[in-house]
């Protein structure tokens, strides 16, 4: 079993729309967590990133951690073209150091 | 890019041919990630650094070695390439998110390596 699940798509939705992105885990020990946008071609960049359960809302953007499910999801309001990419979340801890562990991607199409 | 630099950007190369990325940095960062990209797999850790010649293996070192002779350059050497390692590379720095939560870092990415293996 994998530390991170992540459900690949594709996701294609129409402009405008609200956007539910969602990643599990396995390790209880996972205290941070982070989503990252990545263009095509392109490194991938930090969009958000949370510490424990809760939310956290920054523009049309909001990250929400459920670690008593071990369940993360991103949304996104008022969808726009310029969202279309991968969606990345990973997740470390104390006792991982440095080391992330990352989901394997969930592509996003926002069509106009 | 916090000043990350990945070269070169695309390579082909030849299967048995020993090929090197280099990733530099203009920041100082004391950590440094080597990882690869593939469809079905994500990003996987290849192996990363923690200072001047102090590094340690990630999840899939075997094939790969690295170097850090100077705190600006990463290396990563393909010894003897083989097709399976056809894939995008990326370099990273990581770097507290919060200063008042000292193990909460994050990623800078480099804008990665397309090395094709013929």
């Known amino acids: 079993q994998k530390e991170v699940e992540q459900d690949p798509g594709p996701l294609s939705v129409p402009e405008g729309a609200i956007v539910s992105l969602n990643c599990t885990y396995s390790?209880?020990?996972?205290?941070?967590f982070m989503w990252y946008r990545q263009y095509s071609r392109k490194g991938p960049e930090l969009l958000m990133y949370?510490?424990?359960?809760g939310n956290k809302e920054d523009g049309r953007f909001t990250a929400q951690v459920d670690k008593s499910s071990k369940y993360i999801s991103l949304f996104i309001r008022d969808s726009q073209p310029s969202d279309s990419a991968t969606y990345l979340c990973?997740?470390?801890?104390?006792?991982?150091?440095?080391?992330?562990?990352f989901g394997t991607g969930t592509s996003l199409t926002v069509i106009p | 890019d916090a000043g990350i630099t990945q070269s070169p950007r695309h390579k082909v190369t030849e299967t048995g041919t020993p090929v090197t990325l280099r990733c530099h940095q203009t920041?100082?960062?004391?950590?440094m990630y080597w990882y690869r990209q593939d469809p079905g797999h994500g990003l996987r850790l290849i192996h990363y650094?923690?200072?001047?010649?102090?590094?340690d293996k990630g999840e899939v070192s075997d094939g790969y070695s690295v170097s850090r002779s100077k705190t600006e350059d990463f290396l990563l050497t393909l010894e003897s390439a083989t097709s399976s390692q056809t894939s995008v590379y990326f370099c990273?720095?990581?770097?507290?998110?919060?200063?008042?939560?000292?193990?909460?870092?994050?990623?800078?990415f480099g804008s990665g390596t397309r090395l094709t293996v013929v």
């Open positions: 650094s923690y200072g001047v010649k102090d590094t």
């Open positions: 920041e100082n960062h004391r950590y």
């Open positions: 990973a997740m470390s801890g104390r006792s991982t150091g440095n080391q992330f562990y």
């Open positions: 390790n209880s020990a996972f205290q941070y």
């Open positions: 990273a720095i990581s770097e507290p998110l919060e200063m008042r939560r000292p193990f909460n870092y994050g990623y800078t």
């Open positions: 949370t510490y424990s359960s």
